[in-house]
């Protein structure tokens, strides 16, 4: 497997424990387990930043003069990427509209 690949499944693992934390978090507020819910989504958080560096390290080597080469894998992995981030931005929100809902 060669560098390239590497990261893009690094960024597809990272995300997508960035993603299942939001989840459970979003999921936490649901039972209004708030402290539970805010280091879950601090947690999520972390692993998006891993993976969010991993794709501006192909981003900095394309920049270099590196061929970067398009693949199934590096475009599952962006979409991951965007995708968890979306997610995760909604789920921040969402949490916020449950404390708004339950402090009634």
């Known amino acids: 497997m060669e560098g390239i690949e590497l990261t893009a499944f690094s960024i597809i693992s990272n995300?997508?424990?960035a993603k299942s934390l939001a989840i459970e978090a979003l999921r936490d507020a649901r039972e209004g387990k708030y402290n539970e819910a805010e280091k879950k989504m601090a947690e999520a958080s972390e692993y998006f930043v891993k993976g969010h560096h991993a794709h501006t390290s192909?981003?900095?080597?394309?920049?270099?003069?590196e061929k970067?080469?398009?693949s199934l894998i590096i475009m599952h992995a962006e979409d991951q990427l965007m995708s968890t981030e979306t997610t995760k931005l909604l789920i921040e929100e969402m949490i916020e509209m449950f404390k708004q809902l339950n402090n009634k």
């Open 68 to 70: 970067v080469e398009l």
């Open 58 to 65: 192909l981003i900095q080597k394309e920049a270099a003069g």
């Open 15 to 17: 995300v997508g424990m």
